[in-house]
């Protein structure tokens, strides 16, 4: 099909008739396959010819220019593509006034570009407009205008005004709630709603957070069943926010709620089961059931061990939390220290010599040589641990 198009278009003058509109199609085609320098090519051509015919303040060539911005934005040259959402706004303005809801597209494209770029302060100007546009036409308890606010909640979140942006997703989520503008079991609001419950676990208000994980997993429960993966997810959630408040008793229930859901759903061999498996190894571990501990955090480095290379970060943190357990079973030392000795050499592939973890992993290495009385082998690596903590603190100073 595209190589038909490519063999007509080509044969085509450019001064043909509806010749744009087939370039333009063309554009949103390959961009849907990914073949964005195609998709580029076809925009570009048909943005030249429409300027050629119509003149280059047309708004013929609004949908064109937004094609070329989007795909720029694909492929990660946003200050070009922030550029091509100007052009489409100004086109925009001049033709159809500073209000109109056609400007609602160019401005979130750029408003979400320059947040992806660590520019949040830069974003708040397109988001705002937004808001403002969509609250003159429908009113300020409309679901659009809920879902403006919740992109000032990311923008304050950037900014690292927590305060703010948790009454600014509150906000959002009672508005397009009482709106009834989105089902309440849409991927939109879940994903609101538990990001508001990450914010609010972040800054230490964890019963507030907890308050809508359950809430999500209700809705989720209510509108797709008990059995449906994503409530293994909210569960997953909700139990890990337990775990930070040790309410281990509880965190163990959901767990282990999860673990059969998955078991269902995706097998008992999946490695995306290891993920509760792990965190209901760390409860029981807090719970003083070394032993069961043990089992679940064997049985997921055997299953990533499977997933995944044997020198990955997943088996990495398999084994991490197996040796932190088997440290209390009082397992042989020499073991504990090889597979402490493979955790840091899969940390330093992965993070390099100077992260964070090295230097924790690092620290255990020294424990257990000094335990077995490997002297010589301490003093290298307290130089480097030295090395590290002060270039460590000279990081957070800056």
Do not use: W
């Not at 429960?221 to 449906?228: F, H, Q, T, V, W």
């Not at 050499?345 to 690092?362: A, D, N, R, Y």
């Amino acid at each position: 099909m595209g190589g038909q198009l490519n063999e007509v278009v080509d044969s085509l003058k450019d001064d043909e008739p509806l010749l744009d509109s087939v370039l333009v199609h063309m554009g949103s085609m390959y961009s849907t396959l990914g073949k964005f320098e195609k998709s580029m090519s076809a925009y570009r051509r048909a943005i030249g010819n429409m300027e050629n015919i119509y003149g280059k303040n047309s708004v013929f060539l609004i949908t064109p220019i937004l094609g070329m911005a989007k795909v720029l934005s694909s492929i990660g040259r946003t200050s070009k593509a922030v550029e091509f959402y100007h052009r489409a706004i100004s086109l925009l303005e001049s033709s159809r006034g500073a209000e109109s809801e056609d400007l609602v597209i160019p401005l979130f494209g750029v408003g979400s570009l320059l947040l992806k770029e660590g520019k949040p302060v830069e974003a708040e100007s397109p988001f705002l407009r937004i808001f403002n546009i969509y609250k003159k036409l429908y009113g300020e308890n409309d679901g659009r205008v809920g879902l403006a606010v919740c992109s000032l909640a990311h923008v304050k979140c950037a900014v690292g005004d927590a305060n703010e942006a948790i009454s600014l997703y509150r906000k959002a989520l009672q508005v397009i709630t009482t709106s009834n503008y989105m089902a309440l079991d849409d991927s939109i609001m879940e994903k609101m709603r538990i990001d508001l419950a990450e914010l609010l676990h972040a800054v230490g208000r964890g019963k507030e957070g907890r308050e809508l994980l359950e809430q999500c997993l209700m809705i989720t429960e209510k509108y797709k069943g008990k059995e449906d993966p994503s409530s293994a997810t909210h569960l997953i959630n909700l139990a890990t926010s337990h775990l930070r408040s040790k309410n281990y008793v509880e965190a163990e229930r959901l767990l282990r709620t999860s673990l059969e859901i998955m078991g269902k759903t995706v097998g008992p061999d999946d490695q995306s089961i290891t993920f509760p498996m792990l965190h209901l190894a760390v409860t029981l571990y807090h719970l003083k059931r070394d032993e069961e501990a043990e089992q679940l955090a064997l049985e997921a480095l055997h299953i990533r061990e499977k997933a995944f290379e044997k020198d990955s970060l997943p088996v990495a943190e398999a084994l991490d939390c197996l040796v932190s357990i088997q440290t209390r079973l009082k397992k042989d030392d020499e073991e504990l220290l090889e597979q402490l000795k493979r955790v840091l050499s899969i940390q330093e592939k992965e993070f390099g010599p100077e992260g964070e973890e090295v230097m924790i992993t690092l620290k255990k290495v020294v424990f257990y040589l000094d335990k077995l009385g490997r002297k010589n082998e301490i003093f290298p690596l307290q130089k480097r641990l030295s090395a590290l903590g002060m270039k460590f603190k000279q990081r957070i100073q800056h």
